[in-house]
């Protein structure tokens, strides 16, 4: 099991220089990826910058963390940009860029890009297929709904072959054909054991247990440590319980790892002052007892 650690919390942004001292530290205790979401309006909930801006500043600032976007929301993005800026964080980063996407959800944010909500699903396919498209060849075809090139050279060709890899988010039967139909993985939000076991189960009777396997099964899990308040209440049921202890977030994250998840993203709903001490509580106490 990889764990990684989410900046999504409030922070006290300024110069940024709190948030790359978090990533800085999350790579020194030993964790595998931070990742930050996609919000383009004050949600009141947590960090709401741009998570492509944002992990470029981290790329520079570590050397060897996974950087994860969770999710960006792909219809945002024209096809060509997204393949562009991903490509880019692709190269700058050494290859340590994990695209994870999804749909989106927010009515107020889709009306204000002027992109309509019930198209969001058929934009997220297409700009997938044409970034792909960008990333395998130079130069690109490609003839969708929303996006033609023809002879395109992507501007920043990524250096790991055939780009970053893709997880994609959702729970619904649109969102694991997608996963199956575009991804290296799949990224869900709270799962337990139980609805990891029912993916794994879904995605084999979609396409199959030699492609659904394949895939990487990856998810955000919340965790506030013992002894520290939370900020803001986790949405959704928190590892190791209302009251958690090390053995028993160890034991739901065996749990997860026995259902095939090999990567968890720990969202510590705590104020920025204490996200230090609660990374360093799960790397002391939880990690070790991972096996």
């Known amino acids: ?40 309006l004050d949600s009141g909930f947590g960090l709401d910058t741009d998570p492509l801006v944002l992990l470029s500043a981290v790329a520079g600032a570590t050397t060897r963390l996974r950087l994860l976007t969770s999710v960006l929301v792909a219809p945002y993005y024209p096809a060509l940009v997204l393949a562009n800026q991903a490509a880019t964080l692709d190269v700058v980063s050494g290859g340590r860029f994990v695209l994870g996407v999804g749909t989106g959800w927010n009515p107020d944010e889709f009306h204000a890009v002027g992109v309509p909500i019930r198209e969001r699903g058929a934009r997220t396919d297409d700009h997938l297929a044409a970034a792909k498209a960008l990333w395998a060849r130079r130069p690109a075809d490609f003839d969708g709904p929303f996006t033609t090139l023809h002879a395109a050279h992507l501007g920043v060709p990524p250096i790991t072959v055939g780009g970053p890899p893709v997880w994609v988010g959702g729970h619904s039967d649109a969102a694991l054909r997608r996963a199956l139909r575009f991804g290296d993985g799949w990224y869900g939000t709270g799962a ?40 803001v209440p986790p949405p959704g049921r ?54």
């Not at 900046?7 to 990742?35: C, I, K, N, T, Y």
């Not at 993916?199 to 440590?225: K, N, Q, W, Y």
């Open 1 to 40: 099991m990889r764990l990684g650690i989410s900046l999504q919390p409030r922070w006290p942004l300024d110069d940024g220089a709190s948030v790359l001292r978090a990533a800085q530290h999350a790579e020194d205790l030993g964790f595998d990826h931070v990742a930050v979401g996609n919000r383009l």
């Open 192 to 231: 337990d054991a139980a609805e990891v076991t029912d993916v794994r189960r879904r995605l084999r009777d979609l396409a199959g247990a030699e492609i659904a396997d394949r895939l990487t099964l990856a998810s955000a899990a919340f965790l506030t440590p013992p002894g520290l308040p939370a900020a």
């Open 238 to 291: 928190p590892l190791g319980g209302t009251t958690p202890t090390a053995a028993s977030v160890a034991d739901d994250l065996g749990r997860l790892a026995e259902a095939g998840l090999t990567a968890c993203t720990l969202w510590l709903p705590v104020a920025a002052e204490h996200v230090e001490k609660a990374m360093e509580w799960v790397a002391a106490e939880v990690a070790p007892r991972l096996t």
